[in-house]
Structure formats: C-alpha cells, structure tokens
C-alpha cells in the first residue's frame, strides 16, 4: 500500500494564479480531508469529505475548492491564489468518523 | 466549538529522563483525543488515541497518555525519553457528530531530548 500520495511536493505559484494539489488513497478511506499548516498555528481544517460526491467546508475554507468524484482521490484546488495561502497543506483519510488520520508527506506552496 | 491547548512551544528533556508533553482541550461532548508526531519534513504519524475506557492509554514507540477528565487534559509521557523523539507533537480532540473525521489540532510542542 502506499498510503495517501500527495502531489506536488513542492510548488510556487504567482498571485492570482489557479493550481490543483492531488490527494490519492489506496486504503478504500471513506474519510478524507484537507489541512494546512501554518508556524504557531498547528493544522486548521479547509474541506472535508465523508464519501464520494459529499464535501463539506471546514475552518478554513475561503479560496479553496474540493471535489470527491471517487472514494480514491479528493483534489484541493485553489482558484486564484493569494499570499496568504502560502503555506504547507496536508492530505488526510481515515477509516470513520474517529479513526486515526493517515497523512500524505505535505506540499509546500508558496505564493508570491 | 472544540479547542486544544499546549502550552509549551518546546520542551527540553536529556536522554533517559522521563519526558511529558501537555495537553487541555475544551468540547462539548464526549472527546476523543489524540496524539501525532512530526518528524521535519514529513507528514503527521499517529501516536496513540484515547475512545474510552482505560485513562491511561499506551501507544507507539514506548509513548503513553494519560486522560484526565476532570482536569480536561490528555498529557503525553514516555518514561526514558531518547535523542530519536525529537520531533514535534500535536494533540488533537474530536467528537462524534455523524459529518465526518474533523479534528481540532493543537499549535504543536518542539520535544527536544540531548545527550
């Protein structure tokens, strides 16, 4: 297995600019979800999944879009880039509502 | 809304000496908290999970947690900490709602063990 496969690990973008981090699983997880992880601020929610064709917003989800098309892959897209959202993002799933998260290796975007 | 607490950026400790990392949380409900660990440029790797149960609930590599319910505090502790430790510790809370696995991370603690 080889868990939760994020891409790309590293990205810059330009303000303003539209990208697509990937997010594939292959441990047939109803759960996924997204964080991102900022200095002092530990891992804060931006969208979430409980199965294919169902999405919901977490803490953080302004500039940000989802879509759950297959149980396997939950894409973060970003539509218009700003600063803000530079910063490291993880992918997440799980096996219900309480299990433990197995996390993708992170994707480091930068924003300029 | 839930929240998690560390209070220490980072903690110092010397090889061999027992080791805890702090933890409060605030829910409204039954909690179930949680313990990862990151090592640099990684992702999050699960430690332990309290459900219910045992108040003291062992994990991986020799860590521990122990659930205080009065206190609202889930401390994380190894007896003989080792320099391989040192890394950075999130707790994190959740409880059951039937809309998905939402957990609320703490801001992290630096663990540092040296020789």
């Known amino acids: 297995n080889a868990g939760v496969t994020q891409t790309p690990k590293f990205q810059v973008l330009k303000t303003g600019q539209s990208m697509t981090l990937q997010c594939a699983q292959d441990?047939?997880?109803?759960?996924m979800s997204w964080y991102r992880q900022d200095p002092g601020m530990g891992l804060r929610l931006i969208h979430y999944?409980?199965?294919?064709?169902?999405?919901d917003q977490g803490e953080v989800p302004n500039g940000y879009n989802v879509s759950r098309s297959t149980t396997e892959d939950f894409p973060l897209r970003l539509l218009s880039a700003a600063p803000s959202q530079t910063s490291v993002y993880f992918c997440?799933?799980?096996?219900?509502?309480?299990?433990?998260?197995?996390f993708g290796e992170g994707s480091r975007l930068t924003v300029l | 809304a839930q929240s998690v607490a560390q209070p220490e950026d980072q903690v110092n400790v010397a090889e061999g000496n027992p080791l805890t990392v702090k933890c409060t949380y605030s829910?409204?409900?039954?909690?179930?908290l949680f313990w990862y660990v990151q090592y640099p440029n990684r992702g999050l790797q699960f430690l332990l999970k309290y459900i219910t149960g045992d108040n003291l609930v062992k994990g991986s590599y020799g860590f521990e947690a122990e659930f205080n319910k009065s206190q609202t505090s889930f401390h994380l502790k190894k007896p003989s900490a080792l320099v391989s430790d040192s890394a950075l510790y999130f707790c994190a809370v959740t409880i059951i709602t039937g809309g998905g696995n939402k957990l609320t991370f703490g801001t992290g603690t630096q663990l540092k063990v040296e020789l």
């Open positions: 441990m047939n997880h109803e759960y």
């Open positions: 997440a799933s799980s096996y219900g509502e309480a299990g433990e998260l197995f």
């Open positions: 999944s409980v199965g294919a064709g169902i999405t």
């Open positions: 829910v409204s409900g039954n909690p179930y």
